[in-house]
């Protein structure tokens, strides 16, 4: 059992980019333990995920601002404070803030992480356009 | 992808008794997809799961209240609003409220779960004495 006093003392927050398109910061909540690791991931405007798939799923939990998640073939969905996302295993898929907003949400990832290609300016616009939401 | 607006839209809460003492709802978030449910479970004071384990393992965050979470052989820690909690694949546990308060957490479930036998009055009570908490 693992007891977390609201996130892990004393460690660093991470600027993400290898990853990620734009500014995005990563707080530490729950180190790596049997696979299941959990951050709050604060995106600026314009940032977000490149693509990517959490072999056993993931679950965002959405606390402030206003964002989109995408799975492949999908549409682009709205995201509010309030929202619950399940990720399937395997699913490819990209989260991120709108263009004008900040999202920050909990992410909680079981399992490792793939990563693929960014989430190019194109299809980051059309997020912004789709009527599918 | 399963998005969730706040809760499961509809659901019932559901009162749970079969595996837990005293009084406890459960709200529901997300339905069991993919062996992963997530509830927001209220406790009332006095009120707490059996001994139980989840395949999977089990994440809690605390909102609100205060109460204990005890694993097999282990103290009993006390658990306030910002906590969250890992609790291993397959390692024997209970959580519940304190005697004279409330506890709300948020429970992600990873798995199938298996319960065994209540709380009794004797180890509950002993919660709220030890002192390595």
């Known amino acids: 059992m693992r007891i977390i006093r609201g996130r892990a003392a004393g460690a660093t927050s991470t600027l993400r980019s290898d990853t990620f398109a734009g500014t995005v910061w990563a707080d530490p909540v729950l180190p790596v333990i049997d696979g299941t690791t959990i951050n709050v991931v604060t995106f600026t405007p314009g940032a977000r995920t ?3 798939e959490h ?3 993931q ?3 959405v606390l402030t601002g206003e964002g989109w998640v995408c799975a492949a073939g999908g549409p682009a969905h709205r995201l509010l404070p ?3 996302v399940w990720v399937l295993p395997g699913e490819r ?3 991120g803030a709108t263009a004008t907003t900040v999202m920050t949400h ?3 990832s079981l399992g490792p992480t793939h990563w693929y ?3 190019g300016p194109g ?3 059309a997020a912004h356009d789709e009527e599918s939401r």
């Open 117 to 119: 290609d960014e989430v």
């Open 82 to 84: 309030g929202d619950t």
């Open 50 to 52: 490149d693509w990517h």
């Open 106 to 108: 909990t992410a909680i």
């Open 55 to 57: 072999t056993g799923g």
């Open 93 to 95: 898929h990209w989260h």
């Open 59 to 61: 679950i965002l939990q």
């Open 123 to 125: 299809g980051y616009a």
